[in-house]
């Protein structure tokens, strides 16, 4: 039981595949669940009973593809100040993510191009301190600028103002990506006018 709560408290949930790969039975946990050591968040998905639910960890447990993009994307690096009413993750093209889509009502998926979905992952602490996947910085002004008509010009208009005065902009790195999603002439704009 030592390691299986070790492992809870590193990773904040604990799937049925885990758990059976730390040598655990499915019956072990719906044990530990029935002693009320543990909680079942939903089928083959459970954490320590009694601890608070951090609903990016919660959506990020569905899949090692998830990628918390857009808007969501913004909020966690500061470059918005609205918390997003709906969570909005970037999956590979191809991707089934209907199973992901019935658990939450409130999730906007991106389909992305597989030779571009790993651009720009990486990990960003959630506003409970947990470590998530996310797009960087860059990643994301070229999502929200691909995007920008599906999404509150305020909103919009005050990220890329943000991200023009970050200490943490890469500018060179921005270009790059910008090459890649075939945006550059209209990156420049941006650049000229706001750098």
């Given at each position: ?25 499915r ?35 569905n ?51 597989k ?20 797009y ?8 929200i ?21 970050s ?21 420049r ?7």
């Amino acid at each position: 039981m030592d390691t299986l709560k070790e492992y809870i408290q590193e990773n904040l949930v604990i799937t049925n595949k885990d758990a059976e790969e730390l040598g655990y039975t499915r019956h072990n946990l719906s044990e530990l669940t029935k002693s009320g050591q543990l909680e079942r968040l939903r089928p083959g998905l459970y954490q320590l009973k009694g601890k608070v639910i951090d609903d990016f960890v919660l959506i990020s447990s569905n899949s090692n593809r998830i990628i918390f993009s857009h808007q969501t994307a913004l909020y966690l690096h500061d470059l918005s100040d609205r918390t997003p009413n709906v969570f909005h993750i970037s999956v590979p093209q191809g991707y089934n993510a209907s199973h992901i889509k019935k658990r939450y009502e409130d999730l906007q998926v991106h389909y992305v191009k597989k030779d571009l979905y790993e651009l720009g992952k990486t990990e960003i602490k959630s506003p409970q301190g947990n470590l998530i996947p996310v797009y960087d910085i860059e990643r994301t002004i070229c999502d929200i600028i691909i995007d920008r008509e599906k999404m509150d010009k305020q909103i919009f208009t005050d990220a890329i103002k943000r991200y023009f005065k970050s200490p943490n902009k890469n500018l060179r790195r921005f270009i790059k990506y910008s090459r890649l999603f075939k945006i550059e002439d209209e990156i420049r704009k941006y650049m000229e006018v706001l750098s």
